[in-house]
């Protein structure tokens, strides 16, 4: 194996909230090879969003790490001066969010942004930077790009948004991209379309992407590796396929389950998962999921859960999981 | 046997832009010519994409949206003016799709289960057991009745909103988006909560999502809209079996399926849907259907009938049965 362009390693998270902190993320280790894309699943407060934040060092002001480091290309980022951080975003590793919408400034025209976004491109003047915008609106598949640019972000659909969105994040070539629920906002046509205009972009520019979503379909379809995230942890690793089709840890086996798209006949009611999240300000002892694990034993309840390696590039959290 | 809801022939249109704008006052045809039946007990998924009018319809039958043309009637009696659509809204209920900002910030969640019976001048002898009665059947403790909707989670705030469509027990719910923004577990928590309801209270539904996965397990028929018009309709079942319109087709290829070795090589339908402004001529959808022919470009389909209950507005519904 090649050494992984993106890894995190026993990173620890804690938001400061009134009244305590919140631990979002505890000890989570992943990491990313070069030209691999790979998906964080989970459901809302599992930490997703925030390890997506932390691996572009843009969490909030009110984050705050207690362990681990995140290195980008072998260099830890976090101990990188503001001014090293700020070039290493964007060039090295860029974003796109949920909400086009709020990814654009709504008062400058895409043109002008789009330039904007290359000031870390030394050497290359402002028409040749306007050049280089509109041939990768071209290429995201904006039809009309030369009107494209000097149009307002309000002035394009949700779906042109997006593909500008993705066309900025990559205008600097970036090694890794990182997509924080990139179809969520979007109709099921042209969330078809951005998975698949994401895939040849992949395969053109060979970037790794990090895919962070709740939609077990959009993984399903573009993914190589997932991971399943649960309380501030992962509780499984495993290729797309294996997780698929041999889901190991029991959250992840209950999460694929309830999911309507898996079930083909017509059922009228649907598997859900009892219980709810466990409160973050004080985790429990042992496995976050054991209060709504039909496998959990005393020994789920008290004991934190080991790490299970289950084959190649395969693991799981989990008390209760044969190696 | 009646329906319970019978919309003939509805058209909505709306005024574009102001007077000064360029082209003002010129018509938009939002609805055109949408005719459905909903019968008691039964569940219509009305689907489509963002911008083909599901939500207008929806706010048609309630009388929050004039229409232009075509009747309702509810239980065999036309709905004309104001007064008969204050009394349908006595019968039925509208679950808006962003639950916690149709809750008032400034009442307690008790406060707004119990809101519609003031709404609709109905004395509840003791409110406070009756608020409580509501949550409970919406799977709530009763001492959620004191808070207020920014301390719920997104689940909860859905809950609430089942809640208050039920307080005067409607005979039809209509639910936008009733799951948007949630998790699978607590989507199916919630789809399970309205499955009893119905079984439990004989309500009918009218669902309205852009979520295929969904209303293939809730619905007992499916109507699909296209830029306003209704371009298939009929049972879930044979919709997704075989469905006979291109664009329903596309839609339910669409679909991304979580199964990795079930990936699409390719597009099942490109583009966007144009803008209501400038309706393509023809057939609407000749612009992004991969079968199109002249005549589409040329000549609007008629809603032909196929067979009990489904029916196709397209050209060539015959030649792309081997579809789903």
New interface residues.
């Given amino acids: 194996m090649t050494d992984p362009v993106l890894s995190v390693e026993n990173l620890s998270l804690r938001y400061r909230v009134p009244g305590g902190s919140l631990q979002v993320l505890r000890d989570v280790s992943l990491s990313v090879q070069p030209g691999e894309v790979l998906g964080i699943a989970g459901e809302s407060g599992c930490g997703k969003s925030t390890l997506a934040a932390a691996m572009i060092d843009l969490t909030g002001a009110n984050a705050e790490r207690t362990a681990g480091t995140i290195r980008l290309s072998g260099r830890d980022i976090l101990s990188l001066g503001q001014a090293d951080r700020r070039r290493m975003r964007g060039r090295d590793v860029a974003m796109v969010f949920q909400d086009p919408m709020t990814a654009f400034s709504p008062v400058l025209t895409m043109g002008s942004q789009l330039v904007d976004f290359q000031c870390n491109l030394d050497g290359v003047s402002r028409r040749e930077k306007s050049d280089r915008a509109r041939a990768m609106l071209a290429r995201v598949g904006l039809s009309d790009p030369d009107l494209a640019m000097t149009r307002f972000p309000h002035e394009l659909s949700g779906g042109m948004r997006q593909r500008a969105a993705i066309a900025a994040a990559l205008l600097m070539r970036p090694a890794v991209l990182i997509a924080d629920e990139p179809t969520t906002a979007l109709d099921v046509t042209m969330e078809a379309q951005i998975i698949h205009l994401l895939r040849e972009l992949q395969a053109d520019y060979g970037c790794a992407i990090v895919i962070v979503t709740h939609h077990l379909g959009v993984i399903a379809e573009l993914c190589d590796r997932v991971a399943v995230m649960y309380a501030g942890q992962v509780v499984e690793e495993a290729p797309v396929d294996a997780l698929y089709h041999d889901p190991r840890h029991p959250y992840t086996r209950a999460l694929l389950a309830c999911d309507p798209a898996r079930i083909e006949e017509h059922t009228g009611r649907l598997p859900a998962i009892g219980g709810r999240l466990p409160d973050l300000t004080a985790p429990p002892p042992g496995c976050a999921f054991a209060p709504r694990c039909p496998l959990a034993s005393d020994r789920c309840r008290t004991l934190p859960p080991p790490r299970v390696t289950i084959g190649p590039g395969r693991a799981a959290l989990c008390h209760e999981v044969a190696p | 046997m009646t329906p319970l809801l019978s919309i003939a022939g509805i058209c909505v249109d709306l005024q574009s832009g102001g007077w000064l704008s360029p082209g003002g006052g010129a018509r938009i045809n939002i609805l055109s010519d949408i005719s459905l039946d909903l019968a008691g007990g039964e569940t219509l998924g009305l689907v489509g994409?963002?911008g083909s009018g599901k939500t207008t319809l929806a706010r048609a039958v309630l009388g929050l949206q004039p229409t232009s043309a075509g009747t309702i009637r509810f239980k065999g009696a036309d709905l004309c003016g104001p007064a008969d659509f204050h009394a349908i809204r006595r019968s039925t209920a509208l679950m808006f799709q962003d639950a916690a900002a149709s809750l008032s910030p400034r009442m307690t969640v008790g406060q707004a289960v119990i809101e519609p019976f003031a709404i609709h001048h109905e004395s509840v002898a003791d409110r406070r057991a009756k608020a409580a009665e509501l949550l409970a059947e919406v799977g709530l403790p009763p001492e959620m009745a004191a808070r207020f909707p920014h301390e719920l989670s997104?689940g909860q705030a859905r809950r609430v909103g089942v809640a208050r469509a039920l307080a005067l027990k409607p005979a039809l719910v209509i639910a936008d988006e009733p799951t948007a923004g949630l998790?699978?577990?607590?989507?199916?928590?919630i789809?399970?909560l309205m499955?009893d309801l119905k079984d439990r209270h004989g309500l009918s539904y009218l669902i309205i999502t852009?979520?295929?996965?969904?209303v293939?397990?809730?619905a007992d028929r499916i109507a699909v809209l296209y830029l306003g018009r209704l371009v298939e309709t009929g049972p879930?079942?044979q919709i997704f079996a075989a469905p006979r319109h291109p664009y329903t087709r596309?839609?339910i290829a669409?679909?991304?399926?979580?199964?990795?070795?079930?990936?699409?090589r390719d597009?099942?339908?490109?583009g966007?849907?144009p803008s209501i402004l400038r309706r393509p001529q023809g057939c609407e959808f000749h612009t992004r259907c991969p079968v199109a022919k002249d005549i589409c470009r040329s000549a609007a389909p008629a809603l032909q009938a196929l067979g009990p209950g489904h029916s196709v507005r397209c050209h060539f519904p015959e030649t792309h049965d081997k579809g789903g």
């Fill in positions: 994409e963002s997104g998790d699978v577990s607590v989507q199916a928590e789809l399970n499955a852009h979520n295929l996965a969904l293939r397990h809730v879930t079942r596309s839609l669409a679909e991304p399926k979580p199964d990795p070795r079930r990936r699409r597009l099942a339908i490109k966007e849907i």
